[in-house]
């Protein structure tokens, strides 16, 4: 499974393509500021369909919260889990990544 957006990891810019905005904006339709929470880590392309299951399940809100939380080192981990736990809730509502989890254990 695809983890998360195309844009992995951070440039120089905080904002990603050049000036336009960050999968995440562009998904809210809002400009993206400088030092955007998401802009790192959401590209304008697969980033939006990727932060849209994002939002769908946690919230805008709640994940730009847990970001702010956790420290810049630690956050690309915590986004590809975001989109993995989000991207596996989409697929199956009632157990999420559980599924995933229940069917590796009936490999074993």
Same mark, same amino acid.
């Given at each position: 499974? $695809?983890?998360? @957006?195309g844009?992995i990891?951070?440039?120089? =810019?905080?904002? @990603? $393509?050049?000036?336009?905005?960050?999968?995440?904006?562009k998904?809210?339709?809002? +400009?993206?500021? +400088?030092?955007?929470?998401?802009?790192?880590?959401?590209?304008?392309? &697969?980033?939006?369909?990727?932060?849209?299951?994002v939002? +769908?399940?946690?919230?805008a809100? $709640?994940?730009?919260?847990?970001?702010?939380?956790i420290?810049?080192?630690k956050?690309? =981990?915590a986004?590809?889990?975001l989109?993995?736990?989000?991207?596996?809730?989409?697929r =199956?509502?009632v157990?999420?990544?559980v599924?995933?989890?229940?069917a590796l254990?009936? &490999?074993?």
């Amino acid at each position: 499974m $695809n983890y998360c @957006g195309g844009k992995i990891g951070g440039g120089s =810019d905080q904002r @990603g $393509n050049g000036g336009g905005p960050c999968g995440a904006c562009k998904f809210l339709r809002r +400009k993206c500021v +400088k030092g955007c929470i998401f802009a790192p880590y959401f590209d304008s392309d &697969q980033g939006t369909v990727h932060f849209a299951a994002v939002h +769908k399940v946690f919230g805008a809100s $709640n994940a730009s919260k847990l970001l702010m939380r956790i420290p810049v080192h630690k956050r690309l =981990d915590a986004v590809v889990t975001l989109c993995y736990e989000a991207l596996a809730r989409a697929r =199956d509502p009632v157990y999420g990544c559980v599924a995933h989890i229940f069917a590796l254990q009936q &490999q074993v």
